[in-house]
């Protein structure tokens, strides 16, 4: 069995909102085991729209769409699928007590427009929305099934989650469990060429390579009648990989690099301070996004002049004199003064150059160097980043933080 994904919307085409329902509705049909190949999304156009619908329900068992139930009259999904299905409209009197109990709610009058959301096709199952105006709906017929769901994110992932999957996981006889193996320090390429034949010689579970931007995921995904034993079937797969690409694996199913610095640092009770000049706090930012990172974030301090650096972080001005700004022994120092600063176990600092001028030949734009200090020593890391990236400024800046979040992490593992 497989399912086509339709999403309605001419501000999808537009590019005004990205299309995240797509990806919510892929991977759970994913995890119901059921096959997706097609996403189409199309505009608030009732020729075009049932055009879409008949090339959807050719090629897959059922469609599942998002969009256009609303109360405007361009809002025409429901209407266009009874016409598919030659099915009448009529009044759902619980949506219509719903849309009346919402209204209430919201302390506002109900327009004549909004009864038009409580029609529903004849016989179809009604999906009850409790964050929205909008009820979702189910139409089946020759074989062929139609789910309809609200467009807002916020409505349709819960009514997703409470009503279709259930029902999807019923008609499917096994399901599709993933397991994602986080990679940092190596290409797509690289792993391609270390796992060719392991990939190539796996059929269930399978495993698939997908680029990120700086680093690499490992899906590895498998197919059985319950969780439990797709689970014991990807275990395996994961050390014979861990065996092979260790050295470069940050994470298993961690949703970053932050999230793993985090829940490591949490494990051993260690605590952090960031000094940073070039990425300008994003490597503060990307920690403090982790909920529960302030159990061990200390702060951040951004030094970006050279006048900052001695005064705040200690770093001398013979080292900035001799050595620069940007440079190994810099890096230590800011390490060392943040860590004495906020009396944390390990200091990270970042310095470089992100460009687009101030480079030069000995120092040019991308050069950046990470430091870490911690009671057991000092360790300054060099990255020549603009090298096969087009050397842009932010993406510089990222792939810094990056960096920088992957030497604390290997740190925290050793300290």
Known sequence: ?????????????????????????????AECGIGCYYQTVVGDNPQRLKRSLASALERAEIVIMTGGLGPTYD????ETVADYFGLEMELHQPSYDHLLEMFKRFCRPMSDSNRKQAYMPKGATVFHNDRGTANGLMVRGNGKTAILMPGPPREMNAMFDGSVKPYLRGLSGSVLVSCNVHLYGIGESSVEDELKE?????TNPTVAPYAKEGEVMLRVTASSGTTEEAKAMIAPLIEEIREILGQYIYGVDVDNLQTALVLKLREKRIKIAV??????GLVGKRITEVPGASSVFDCGVCTYSNEMKTRLLN???????????????????????VRKFAGADIGLSVTGIAGPDGGTP??????????????????????????????????????????????????????
């Open 1 to 29: 069995m497989n399912a086509e994904i339709l999403c309605v919307g001419t501000e999808l085409l537009l590019g005004d909102v990205v299309n995240t329902n797509a990806a919510y509705i892929a991977k759970g049909l």
């Open 75 to 78: 809002d025409l999904t429901k």
């Open 198 to 202: 392991f990939m190539a010689s796996r």
């Open 275 to 280: 000094a940073e000049s070039c990425t300008g």
């Open 315 to 337: 770093v001398k001005a013979e080292t900035l004199e001799r050595y620069g700004a940007v440079s190994k022994e810099t890096a230590i120092e800011m390490a060392q003064g």
């Open 362 to 415: 000995e120092k040019p734009v991308g050069l950046v160097y990470a430091g870490v200090s911690h009671a057991g020593g000092e360790e300054a890391l060099e990255l020549r980043l603009s090298r096969g990236y087009g050397g842009e400024r932010e993406h510089i800046r990222w792939l810094a933080s990056s960096n920088a979040l992957r030497l604390e992490l290997r740190t925290a593992e050793k300290v």
